[in-house]
């Protein structure tokens, strides 16, 4: 499929740089607030306030998990990897605290505007990904659930083939998923049956 | 005591764009006599001129050696975005910078560039605005096959998008090439509401010639129905399409006997007035300090005197009015008017403004 580029509104957006001062911290700067966003330098802690930045530029060279006040890998925000040494190590490192897109050092004239984009990009696409997971999870979860509430429906005389159909048009008519619908009738007998009990 | 300053000049004088690079050279070049003889500037301009004949290839080796066979620091030059590109690792080499004086498609902030002529903030949004307005949203864009013309009809598209609007068809065609048969055909099927033309040199006079013949066939084909949009047809290419440009309306921060740059007035084109503008602006950076000649680009836009010029420390563009005006008999007469705006090459600003004045208004 073709991916549209969709351009994120970049005018007065925050970008955090966790570098120590530096010349590749001037070339960023320069950059950045060429291209219309707001920039601030941390070192070499990320404070929690730096959590609202839109974009995270980190120093792969002599970073370590204890700079970012999140789990590694958890960033709330696209991140752009500045990347000096090639050592595997240090890659190995950066693959785990997770980068959307990177830069090579020194930087020059330019890079920064499609590092942006890309790591815009990568990270909504990354997290509507995670939703999309989050929701097979769920329904595969639920799977159990159907075949409960579809043998419910088909002991009061159904075959199998209306049970599920009778359950569709419950959903519908309820306005909520297939699996929602097969919970809601599973969860109704188990109190009917307590309250028999009762 | 005059310093004498050399001064490279880059411009093809043959190939596809040659009438392009003619103007822009005569521009530097007028500014150049023009500051020679300015008793009041304490420098001359001693001019190291290559030309690298429309071959996107020779820019970069014609520019390092500018940089290195003389004393100059400063290039004015270059048309195409491509050969625009292709400088940039010779201006790092050879610790130069260059003055570009043609319109571009935006979205670059060279440390190494001062950019004087339009950005799409300043040509192609202001365009599309008076377009809509005039003539319809549903447009037919074409271009020449490289970064110009693919990175403003982007553009256009997602500007007509988001207004809701419709792209009917999008065609381009390789630098040089004159068949322009199917482009015309399927406007003709389509019938859009525009043309946004971004074609070059002989694609663009052969694609003309053919549309006005279209216009004479068809009316809605004629100027006032349908008419051809250009970002970068000056005065200085209309003797080569003659009265087939006719009717077609171009962007641009001037024309000729439409109002006068803030440097001068009497220019052929706006080609020849951004490059004259590039040349004094620098004369008058470099009249400020002794030893000035040896300032890097983002020294001398750090002074006070860059901001008075109008040129952005931030993204060494430019502050430049707009006119939209229409071609008539080897003329462009003026159509709309808009006050002067600074460069905005990642169109971010504009977007910032815009919320500002939302929020004041709430």
Redesign the interface.
Known sequence: MRRVLR?P????ACAAILHRPHDVVTALT??L?????VVNVYWPELPVSGRGADYLFLDVDIGYDEQFPWPSGKAPMPTIALIGSEAPGRIEWLMNIGADAQILKPV???GV?SALLIARATFDARASLADEIDSLRRRLGQRQTVVRAVTLLAARGKTEEEAYAQLRGMAMAWRISFEDAAERIVADHNGNKESDNG | MSRKIDLGLLYSRSGNYALIGESCRIGALKAVADVNADPTLDLTFNVVERDPEGNVDAYAPLCEDILRSSDARHVVGCVTSSSRKEVIPALERADGALWYSAPYEGFETSDRIVYTHACPNQHLLPLLDFAFERFGMRGYLIGSNYIWGWEMNRLARDVLQRAGGAVLGERYLPLGSVEIGRMIDEIRDLRPDFVLNQLIGPSQYAFLQAYGELGRVESHFLPENCPVLSCNLTECELPAIGAAADGLISAGPWFRDCGDSPFGRGFGSSFEASSYSAVIMLARLLNCQKGSDALSLPQLLAMPMARTLGISPTTHHTTLPVVIAQAKGGAFQVLHRESPIAGDPYLTRRRAQRRMSLRLVQ
């Open positions: 351009i509104d970049l005018g007065g320069r950059q607030e060429a291209i219309g966003l020059g004239h330019a505007y």
